[in-house]
Every structure is written in C-alpha cells, then in structure tokens.
C-alpha cells in the first residue's frame, strides 16, 4: 500500500487548521473494516479522523483522493515551536474475515512551524497551563475538543490570575470575570474566586465542579471534604463536599454538571469521606451517595477499594455478599487487575466471590490450593 500526502499550506500558525488530501494506491487486501487518519507532529499523535468504510463496500472507494481537515493544538507542537516540524499522516486499516487484522502506512510532508508569536500562561504557583496568550488575546487550548482548539477569550491580558489546584489549571480570573475551560463563569466574583480541589471551585455566591454549576444550596458554607480525587482517577475527579443542611458528591465520570446531594445523609456535620469513593455518618455508610444497605457505621471497615464488612456482614460496593463467612473472608488475586486493592475476587471457607457473587469456577479469581 502506498500512500501520499498533499497539504494546503507550508506554513503553520497560531490557530491555523490543516487540509490534507491522502491518496491510497496499491490496495490488494480484503474488505475493510474501517480505517483511521492520525495526524501526527514530529512524531507525536496529534489527532486522529476515523473513516468507516464498511465490509460491503467497494474497494475502489478509499483508493479515490479523501479530504481531511485537523485543528492541531498548540501543545502538539511542544519542542517544535518555530523549527521546521514534519506533519505525517499515518494509516491504519482493519479487515474484516475470520480474523480483524491491522496494518499501518505513511505518507510525510514537511510544514513550518511559526508559533514564536505564542505564550503558554502558568498558575500562581508556575506551574504550566493550557492557556496561552496570542499577541493581545487569552485562548483556552482544550484537550479535548477537536473542532475549535483553542477558547478565544475576552480576558483582561493585562491582569490576570490562574489559581493552582484545577486540572490544566482550568480556571482563569481577570479584574471582572472568572473563565473556565474558555467560557465565562456567572455569578462569581472574580476577586473571592477559590479553587477548594481538584472537584471543587467557587466563592460564597456559587460553587462549580469541572463541568457546570454544582448547585449546592449554601455556597457560603460550602466546605471540601477530600482532596477531589477520591478514586485515584488520572482522567475523572470525584469527591464530596458539604454544607450545613446537605452533603454533595461529584463525579467526573457522570457526565453531570451539578453535584449529587446525599439524601439519606440528615447530619451532614458528622459525614467524613474515606476514600475510593465511601463515606460515613453517625447513621450510615455511603458509597458514591447512595447508603449502603445494613451497613453498620460504627463497626464498618475498608478490606479493599471495592469489598468491605462491618460486624455481622460482607459488602461488594453496595451490595451484600450473600452468605460470606465474616471470619474467613479474604481478598484474593484477579487476573483483570494487578493491584490487589482493586481485586473483584475474594474467598472464605467454603466459597470464591467474583464482583461479590459467589462462583463455582471463574476465569479470573486466582485460588492458591
């Protein structure tokens, strides 16, 4: 297979976009089953376009020209801002058949890069951020978004502050507003404005987790009750929170905006978060907001990130393993996870656990005879 690579420009600038066109010849497989196009810049994966082609579909369809456009970010060019840097377009096909099997081809073009013009921004403490400064102008380069890189802003350039504490040091206050992600925050005073943790940020009209308004009834009495990363998650955050009348917990993996009361919670005074995502009251134990069924606070422990026990019962999250013996109960190796704090297995006297339920054999619970 060979494949060419024709760009639309030679020289790249600050929020500039790329237009590729890739030509394929020479294709003597089988179907395929989809293929994708990854940019990539001095080597480095930039972005990546996926194509599905489907296995009834004529092979003659990917060898005709396919247009391609990629909005590189500014942190893809690290190392490589105002030198002569390759863009590579690089290839994978999958085939469908009695087996999916991949192979990889590139074209390569070289682009000038002039990125001198640009400055990356840094928090209070130094640390660097994904805002930049384009002559006159903040952006917000996000790592996520793939068809608008970089946020313009209307921030001040002139007097500005990006708190430590927030993943990409996600926030940014000028004289008169606080930004997040890009956009401009309602509500909050830029000159109050804290980030609490990682969860967590606001001042006593509002507070917001990562994704939005977190809606706690009482901002002015908000506290944080963990460092915002309960779970050890490198990508998702999650923690609780309190006020006076409600505790609040947050995960990043939802996908909602606002925090999540715990409702069965009546004394919020008395809650502590754990860790791995459990809680307690002076009345129930908690895990990711919801009460654990029979959980006994006052006897309640941790055996690892996923099972616990209390004085009379075995627990996998929050459900009840269903005839555990409390003496003997271990947690024992999974051949899924090799941290054993992780473990879905376990075992006691008479019986192997799998995610809490017992099993006769399992592909994954290791059992040491």
């Known amino acids: 297979m060979l494949v060419t690579l024709k760009t639309d420009k030679k020289q790249l600038r600050f929020n500039d976009k790329i237009k590729c066109t890739v030509v394929i010849?020479?294709?003597?497989?089988?179907?395929?089953?989809?293929?994708?196009?990854?940019?990539?810049?001095?080597?480095?994966?930039?972005?990546?376009?996926?194509?599905?082609?489907?296995?009834?579909?004529?092979?003659?369809?990917?060898?005709?020209p396919i247009d391609l456009e990629f909005y590189p970010s500014v942190f893809s060019f690290d190392g490589g801002i105002?030198?002569?840097?390759?863009?590579e377009i690089s290839l994978l096909t999958r085939f469908s058949g009695r087996h999916i099997f991949e192979k990889t081809e590139s074209g390569r073009?070289?682009?000038?890069?002039?990125?001198?013009?640009?400055?990356?921004?840094?928090?209070?403490?130094?640390?660097?951020?994904?805002?930049?400064?384009?002559?006159?102008?903040?952006?917000?380069?996000?790592?996520?978004?793939?068809?608008?890189?970089?946020?313009?802003?209307?921030?001040d350039i002139n007097y500005f502050r990006i708190p430590d504490g927030a993943i990409h040091g996600k926030y940014l206050c000028d004289s008169d507003h606080v930004y997040c992600d890009g956009f401009k925050l309602k509500n909050v005073s830029s000159e109050h404005f804290v980030v609490f943790n990682r969860c967590f940020a606001g001042d006593k009209f509002s507070i917001f987790?990562?994704?939005?308004?977190?809606?706690?009834?009482?901002?002015?009495?908000?506290?944080?009750?963990?460092?915002?990363?309960?779970n050890n998650d490198d990508v998702y955050v999650s923690g609780y929170g309190r006020d006076d009348i409600h505790v609040y917990w947050f995960n990043g993996s939802t996908g909602t905006g606002h925090a999540t009361v715990v409702r069965s919670c009546k004394k919020p005074h008395t809650f502590r978060s754990i860790k791995s995502g459990?809680?307690?009251?002076?009345?129930?134990?908690?895990?990711?907001?919801?009460?654990?069924?029979k959980a006994n606070p006052k006897t309640w422990t941790m055996i690892n990130n996923n099972y616990s026990k209390d004085d009379k019962n075995v627990f996998y999250f929050r459900k009840l393993v269903v005839g555990a013996d409390l003496e003997?109960?271990?947690?024992?190796?999974?051949?899924?996870?090799?941290d054993i704090d992780d473990s879905c297995c376990g075992k006691d006297k008479n019986r192997t656990y799998e995610t809490g339920t017992s099993v006769?054999?399992?592909n994954r619970c290791i059992v040491h005879q």
Request: aromatic letters at 12%.
């Open 25 to 64: 010849d020479e294709i003597d497989w089988g179907d395929f089953h989809e293929c994708s196009f990854t940019l990539l810049i001095n080597g480095l994966r930039a972005e990546t376009v996926y194509k599905r082609i489907g296995c009834e579909a004529n092979i003659t369809d990917i060898t005709k």
């Open 109 to 155: 073009t070289t682009i000038n890069v002039d990125l001198s013009d640009v400055r990356v921004l840094r928090t209070e403490s130094g640390k660097t951020t994904r805002w930049v400064a384009h002559r006159n102008t903040i952006y917000f380069a996000s790592p996520y978004v793939t068809t608008v890189k970089h946020k313009k802003t209307t921030a």
């Open 209 to 230: 987790t990562v994704y939005g308004n977190a809606k706690v009834k009482h901002p002015w009495h908000f506290k944080v009750l963990d460092d915002g990363n309960v």
């Open 328 to 338: 003997s109960f271990e947690i024992i190796p999974d051949a899924c996870f090799p």
């Open 278 to 293: 459990y809680g307690i009251d002076d009345d129930f134990v908690y895990y990711e907001a919801v009460k654990i069924p």
């Open 360 to 362: 006769t054999t399992s």
């Open 82 to 87: 105002g030198k002569n840097s390759y863009v």
